[in-house]
């Protein structure tokens, strides 16, 4: 359709608007509801009432479920659709639990009403990166909010798609606890030689762990190679750690210090949690007492086990 033609359907279009808004026996019902345009209350429901209980009212965060497209649409040219209300539940149920309750047993009192998002927006479509790349399944504004997406495919009986949402959402937290206390700097330097802005798609895992990273979107900068070293190794564990990630490392020919970056790196993301909000992340090897590593693997487990 060339420039002409479609001015023409434009203006039809238009027209035809006016004529049917111009009709002098027809108007409109001013008790007619239209929601999100302002000033609508929902009922509130069962569902409502469970989130107040488990939120808003001991965290202050609100969750917001039903379609309001002013927080759903980061860009214009993104297609999400609303997320089905019975998957509101099983979604926030496994989250309190993965999440939340290992930061009541491993922070001080009043960390979670001191440094949570406010508000948590649930989506039901999967959001896409620029360019129709990788499925996108959360991401942090600010330190105010986190917007979740593909609620719709969440299904707690699955151990791959609950990891999933627990790497994003502690991967997510760790850029609003660094929103609140930003990291050591010296973590910038580790790794400066080899990250990879636009590029990093291309590497895989291993490739990855031999070049002294977490995954390969931490290549993609330091801040978020800091927050990729806190969402693996919460969900992940030092076993895997130990087992797996270093000795790949040491097989590199690419970065023969490698494991030593991944090492430095991790020392450096324990010590921001110790220094910085008086959390241990592995347990105390004299006491015994549980880490936040260790809670959160037994949660996840947990969550699976019971759906």
């Known amino acids: 359709m060339n420039l002409k033609t479609w001015v023409a359907v434009a203006c ?29 209350e929902y009922p509130k429901t069962e569902l409502d009432v469970w989130l107040e209980e488990t939120f808003l009212i001991p965290y202050n965060i609100e969750i917001v479920y039903r ?27 496994a989250l309190a639990k993965m999440w939340f309750d290992p930061f009541l047993y491993a922070a001080p009192y009043g960390f979670l009403q001191r440094y949570a998002p406010k508000t948590i927006v ?7 990166a ?28 699955n151990e791959t798609v609950l990891r999933d949402y627990l790497r994003v959402i502690e991967h997510e937290y760790g850029h609003i606890l660094n ?14 030689a ?13 490739d990855a762990f031999k070049r002294g990273f ?16 806190v969402a693996w190794i919460l969900i992940r564990g030092l ?21 030593s970056h991944l090492r430095q790196k991790l020392a450096i993301v324990e010590k921001y949690y110790k220094d910085a909000f008086n959390i241990a992340l592995f347990d105390d090897r004299v006491t015994g007492e549980k880490g936040l590593a260790t809670l959160v693997d037994e949660a996840f487990n947990y969550v699976l086990l019971h759906n």
């Open 122 to 128: 649930l989506a039901g479509s999967p959001e896409y």
């Open 12 to 40: 039809a279009a238009c027209a035809a608007l006016l004529l049917s808004a111009c009709r002098p026996n027809e108007a409109m019902d001013p008790n007619l509801d239209i929601p999100n345009l302002g000033g609508y």
């Open 239 to 259: 076993d895997w750690f130990e087992n797996t990630v270093i000795p790949i490392a040491q097989t590199s020919t690419e970065n023969p210090q490698a494991a």
């Open 130 to 157: 620029a360019g129709g790349g990788a499925m996108v399944l959360g991401t942090a504004e600010g330190a105010a909010r986190i917007f979740l997406s593909n609620v719709n495919a969440f299904e707690p009986s």
């Open 194 to 206: 080899f990250y990879d802005p636009t590029g990093w798609g291309n590497y895989e895992d291993d």
């Open 179 to 192: 929103q609140f206390i930003y990291y050591p700097v010296e973590f910038n330097s580790i790794s400066r």
């Open 67 to 93: 379609w309001d497209a002013s927080m759903i649409y980061t860009s214009i040219g993104k297609k999400i659709t609303p997320v089905q209300e019975a998957k509101v539940k099983p979604m926030m149920s």
């Open 214 to 229: 977490f995954s390969p979107y931490s290549m993609s900068s330091p801040e978020e190679d800091f927050v990729e070293v």
